[in-house]
């Protein structure tokens, strides 16, 4: 199988365009893309790395790519319960960046996420949504719950 990267490249843009319009920032992709990577690394942190293989082996090499970028599969799981310790991985995730990309706000935060969860599911099956909804904090279950079967 030949790798065309120029293909993966312009499924990614395309992505990350259709992306920042569904998460409300028009055409901010800079902005969308630093969101996505964050929300998506903290995800990784959260789910055992035998789950993340399952969840990566159904997603387009695009996304592949910068959800494993910079995965350290030594790695300590953080210890997080609560919706508000997921948000605050997210931020760190975003970096610097975080103040402007979250507003300082728990809403735009979970908005964020539970947009990102919901538009994930164009790649990955319910079966593999409900496997890494039963490895996340109890309050993030029941949000991605809720937006399963639509």
Request: hydrophobic content about 40%; overall charge neutral; charged content about 25%.
């Amino acid at each position: 199988m030949a790798l065309n990267f120029n293909q993966y490249a312009a499924e990614g843009n395309t992505f990350i365009k259709e992306y920042a319009k569904q998460m409300n920032l028009g055409t901010d992709t800079d902005k969308a893309g630093r969101i996505f990577i964050a929300i998506m690394h903290a995800l990784r942190d959260m789910i055992p790395p035998e789950e993340s293989l399952q969840l990566i082996a159904q997603l387009p090499m695009f996304i592949k790519g910068a959800y494993v970028h910079g995965w350290k599969l030594t790695k300590k799981k953080p210890k997080i319960k609560h919706m508000a310790g997921f948000i605050d991985l997210v931020r760190q995730y975003d970096g610097p960046a975080a103040v402007n990309d979250f507003e300082y706000s728990e809403e735009v935060a979970e908005r964020y996420i539970n947009t990102t969860f919901i538009y994930l599911r164009k790649y990955i099956s319910l079966g593999e949504m409900e496997d890494i909804r039963d490895g996340l904090p109890k309050d993030l279950k029941s949000m991605i719950y809720s937006n399963l079967m639509f």
